[in-house]
C-alpha cells in the first residue's frame, strides 16, 4: 500500500486528511461501491435545471408522439 506523504502539506490541510483518515479506519464511512443508489441519488438536483425547461418540455411526452 501506498504512503501518503503530507510533510509538505499546509498544516490544516495535513489536518484534515489525518481526519479523514481516522474516520475511514473507524468505518463510519462505508466503502463507495456499496452506495450506489445514494451516489446517483446526489446528481439529481444538479441535473433538475436541466431537465425542467420549456424548450426540453417536449421530451416529457415522447410515448405519446411516438405512439408508444
Do not use: C
Amino acid at each position: 500500500m501506498e504512503v501518503i506523504d503530507v510533510k509538505g502539506l499546509p498544516e490544516e490541510t495535513a489536518r484534515k486528511i489525518k481526519d479523514l483518515v481516522d474516520v475511514l479506519k473507524q468505518g463510519a464511512v462505508p466503502p463507495l461501491s456499496d452506495l450506489p443508489d445514494e451516489w446517483a441519488a446526489l446528481s439529481l438536483p444538479s441535473f433538475t435545471g436541466d431537465w425542467d425547461n420549456d424548450k426540453d418540455s417536449v421530451y416529457d411526452h415522447w410515448h405519446e408522439k411516438y405512439h408508444v
